[in-house]
């Protein structure tokens, strides 16, 4: 038996209502991960927060750039995404299971064992986004690298992506 599992939204309560429009109905609305329900966030606030941490992360990055005098490059600029997104957004993780965009859209994430995320899962658990999001959505400028985690998260009992497959987190 694992730690966790996943409950059906009780679809008779205002819990999930807010939810409707962008979830399926036969997705889970909660975990219960080591003995606590969390609530599952939806695709429409894991989307909103990952959009506000991208463009944080491109502000960031922009800023270190000017300010470095170094001009700014799509190659330049994939190479500073990928490592500010692997390191900062990780550390947010590790430390409170928070980033900037999942604290303003109350979203947390969670490791399997209850608990925020170990440094070693907040980064196996980046990985995957940082990579598509220094090598496909940048230079591409198009929304094709975030397919691929919305189709993961609409698909995967847990309503994960594939870092969090990876890391064992939700």
Same mark, same amino acid.
């Given at each position: 038996?694992?730690?966790?599992?996943?409950?059906?939204?009780?679809?008779?309560?205002?819990?999930?209502?807010?939810?409707?429009?962008?979830?399926?109905?036969?997705?889970?609305?909660?975990?219960?991960?080591?003995?606590?329900?969390?609530?599952?966030?939806?695709?429409?606030?894991?989307?909103?927060?990952?959009?506000?941490?991208?463009?944080?992360?491109?502000? =960031?990055?922009?800023? $270190? !750039?000017?300010? &470095?005098? @170094?001009?700014?490059?799509? /190659?330049?600029?994939?190479?500073?995404?990928?490592?500010?997104?692997?390191?900062?957004?990780?550390?947010?993780?590790?430390?409170?299971?928070?980033?900037?965009?999942?604290?303003?859209?109350?979203?947390?994430?969670?490791?399997?064992?209850?608990?925020?995320?170990?440094?070693?899962? =907040?980064?196996?658990? $980046? !990985?995957?986004? &940082?990579? @598509?999001?220094?090598?496909? /959505?940048?230079?591409?400028?198009?929304?094709?690298?975030?397919?691929?985690?919305?189709?993961?998260?609409?698909?995967?009992?847990?309503?994960?992506?594939?870092?969090?497959?990876?890391?064992?987190?939700?």
């Amino acid at each position: 038996r694992t730690a966790y599992e996943i409950k059906e939204c009780d679809w008779s309560s205002d819990v999930c209502s807010s939810d409707l429009v962008v979830r399926a109905r036969f997705l889970p609305r909660r975990a219960v991960i080591a003995g606590v329900e969390y609530p599952l966030a939806s695709w429409f606030r894991r989307a909103a927060a990952y959009a506000c941490d991208f463009m944080v992360a491109l502000f =960031a990055v922009q800023v $270190t !750039l000017w300010a &470095a005098g @170094v001009e700014p490059t799509a /190659v330049r600029i994939m190479v500073a995404m990928f490592c500010f997104e692997m390191f900062t957004l990780s550390m947010f993780e590790a430390h409170s299971g928070k980033t900037i965009g999942k604290r303003l859209f109350g979203i947390i994430v969670v490791s399997r064992n209850g608990g925020y995320p170990s440094w070693s899962e =907040a980064l196996l658990r $980046t !990985l995957p986004r &940082a990579l @598509v999001d220094s090598l496909l /959505v940048i230079p591409l400028a198009t929304p094709l690298g975030w397919l691929v985690g919305s189709l993961m998260i609409l698909n995967t009992r847990g309503s994960q992506r594939t870092g969090d497959l990876v890391a064992g987190t939700y």
